[in-house]
């Protein structure tokens, strides 16, 4: 009997202390507890920080975020009011204002999420689809001036020659989007925060059609630099040239004019000796004539009137 008494009072004494365990809870400082009981939600949602009781086993606390929340929607096609089919791709921030609520109607985060993607991606696809391209990626009509060494972006639509103004621009279209989207949020219990345009792109067809035409663009700019370089080369190597004819010619001129006046110079000097002398110069040339004849492997003859016998018949005896 003592064993069967001592084996309830355990069974008691553990099934008081999952009890109270059961009925005690915290509530930490970035979150919201709503509390149901089969199912249903009574009671206010617990938003302050501390600690809590319920009663076990019948009511479970649910536990829902206080701070802001991401929601970031698929990319989707959507044609613009210009016909272009530009793929967007949005983020949004919301939060949880009234648990109880959201408790009731969502239940989970993915409930919520799969609601957000239904309203937030309507709301946009109605404005995109309103608007031209422009009013969605400028936010007004200024343009930024083009600095050195930039070159202005090549519209990848022909048509798009003239300057396309703004008249609302993007801020303006995701705040309408954000208010057009809060309108049925209260009766989720969420406040929308903001929503944003994360980035906005072609669809596979056309940014192959903006890539060709960029390509093209590049070529042809390569051949126009490459044009230009052909023709500074030209124009370098014609002056190169002429000037290479005008530094020849001016040496060759101081050349010749160096030449001339060194041979008026040997003239003269050659003058002034046959004066001081013109037997004894002329004996001198006569020797010089002498000393180059070809003399070597060969014979001359010379008569005794030869002019290479003159100065030696009039030798003084």
Do not use: H
């Amino acid at each position: 009997m003592k064993q069967v008494g001592v084996v309830i009072s355990v069974v008691i004494v553990i099934f008081l202390i999952l009890v109270l365990s059961g009925s005690f809870y915290t509530v930490r400082e970035w979150e919201q507890v709503v509390i149901t009981q089969f199912g249903k939600v009574i009671g206010e949602p617990k938003t302050e920080a501390g600690f809590y009781l319920k009663i076990p086993i019948i009511q479970e606390i649910n536990r829902y975020e206080k701070r802001i929340l991401r929601w970031d929607g698929d990319p989707e096609e959507i044609p613009t009011r210009d016909k272009r089919f530009i793929y967007v791709d949005t983020t949004a921030r919301w939060r949880i204002v009234d648990a109880r609520k959201f408790r009731r109607v969502l239940v989970t985060y993915a409930q919520a999420y799969a609601k957000l993607d239904d309203i937030i991606d309507a709301a946009f696809r109605d404005f995109v689809s309103a608007n031209p391209l422009v009013e969605l990626v400028r936010s007004t009509d200024w343009m930024p001036t083009l600095k050195e060494g930039e070159e202005k972006v090549v519209s990848p639509f022909p048509e798009a020659t003239a300057r396309e103004t703004v008249k609302l621009g993007r801020e303006k279209i995701t705040r309408a989007i954000l208010a057009e989207a809060s309108k049925a949020m209260p009766d989720f219990g969420i406040e929308l925060v903001d929503v944003r345009v994360k980035r906005i792109n072609y669809v596979e067809r056309v940014r192959n059609k903006v890539y060709e035409r960029m390509i093209s663009e590049r070529k042809r700019q390569a051949a126009q630099f490459r044009s230009e370089g052909e023709g500074k080369k030209a124009e370098i190597l014609g002056q190169m040239e002429k000037e290479l004819k005008s530094i020849v010619s001016g040496a060759y001129r101081t050349a010749e004019e160096i030449r001339g006046k060194a041979d008026a110079e040997a003239t003269k000097i050659y003058g002034e000796a046959y004066n001081r002398d013109p037997e004894f110069y002329a004996f001198f040339k006569t020797l010089e004539t002498y000393k180059e004849a070809a003399y070597k492997n060969s014979f001359v003859i010379l008569g005794t009137d030869s002019d290479y016998y003159r100065f030696l018949k009039n030798i003084p005896k």
